[in-house]
């Protein structure tokens, strides 16, 4: 998606130890016609194929699964990183790491929302190392749902969660993929 | 609105110490095309007030957030509950008490999100106690931005929030307010 790598080299900034700031569009203040642009592309790329319910986690992939979820015309299903007293009953449940806040959380999906008939669409705000995306298929896996596939806004191509993923058989669509990030600038991988 | 009370009172479960789990359509699973309609009437109720920004805190209330964003076509801005290594630069800091898991967080948005030109909405899913509300409104004043008001999903009216908010001075709408919540049933205050 053209316009995501315009977004990123416009408003992006990029921070020590690998971090890309795009807190002004997307997961901080965001901007929510670019937004209604991010949920038409996800659509259009899973168009046909059948998706019942999209599944993120919060709390930045939420506007992400929001506007696919108007796109798409299906429910969205947010894990959560603590059981609270909100979530009753029956979970399902799997470590995610994050690399950017350094802890581990287990997230947690009330397990009447995903049921062995969903067709599943994962989608998060960021990929890099996969750890996020990786728990959310764990827990689609767990339901007995089908996984259609996963699509992240950006994904750092560099730090090979998505590359791992690819070569374990799962659709991985990543409206931007950063091959390198420094300094001097960001070099963006090819797509067709 | 009536589509509320009446989802309410189909999808919600009263549980013990004045929980009330709307999990199946607005804060695990988000039933998308409700969602359209309640960012259609918040933004109904304040058409013509010239709202500059809609600010939200995560998690359960960036769905409406983004949903009133969209029938609006003002940006949104999601309070954070922790200071992590992707929100960098200057904060507004607020204490805000979460009643449901029983902490004290320290909210923050980026500086550089909120102006002195800003006409904010404030909204978020549940207005119970008001400590929310209330750290988001101190927010708003930190900014010099302008308070147009706030916007709630389900008030538990016998939790008084929103009528001490009100009091304030403050306009609070609500889409559905529940002045009495027990086992036998769910009684709403009667809206204009």
């Known amino acids: ?5 315009e977004m990123i080299l416009k408003e992006g900034k990029v921070l ?3 971090v890309l700031k795009v807190g002004s569009f997307l997961n901080q203040q965001v901007d929510t016609k670019f937004m209604k642009e991010i949920g038409d592309e996800i659509a259009r790329l899973y168009d046909g194929e059948g998706v019942t319910k999209i599944l993120t986690i919060e709390s930045s992939g939420i506007p992400i699964a929001i506007s696919a979820g ?8 947010y894990a959560k990183k603590n059981k609270s007293s909100n979530v009753s ?3 399902y ?5 994050s690399f950017t806040h350094g802890v581990t959380n287990n997230v947690v999906v009330t397990k009447e929302y995903l049921t062995p008939d969903d067709r599943v669409l994962v989608v998060d705000d960021f990929l890099a190392h996969g ?3 990786t728990g959310l298929i764990d827990i689609v896996n767990q339901s007995g749902a089908y996984l259609v596939g996963c699509a992240a806004a950006i994904e750092k191509g560099f730090q090979m969660g998505g590359d791992r993923l690819r070569a374990e058989g799962y659709r991985i669509e990543s409206l931007a993929i950063i091959d390198e990030m ?4 960001i070099t963006f991988r090819e797509q067709k």
Do not use: C, H, I, R
């Open 131 to 133: 750890s996020a995306l």
């Open 70 to 77: 108007f796109a798409m015309k299906v429910k969205v299903v």
């Open 182 to 185: 420094t300094d001097d600038g």
């Open 93 to 97: 449940s799997t470590p995610v790491k």
């Open 1 to 5: 998606m053209k316009k995501m790598e």
């Open 16 to 18: 020590p130890g690998g």
């Open 89 to 91: 009953g029956d979970v």
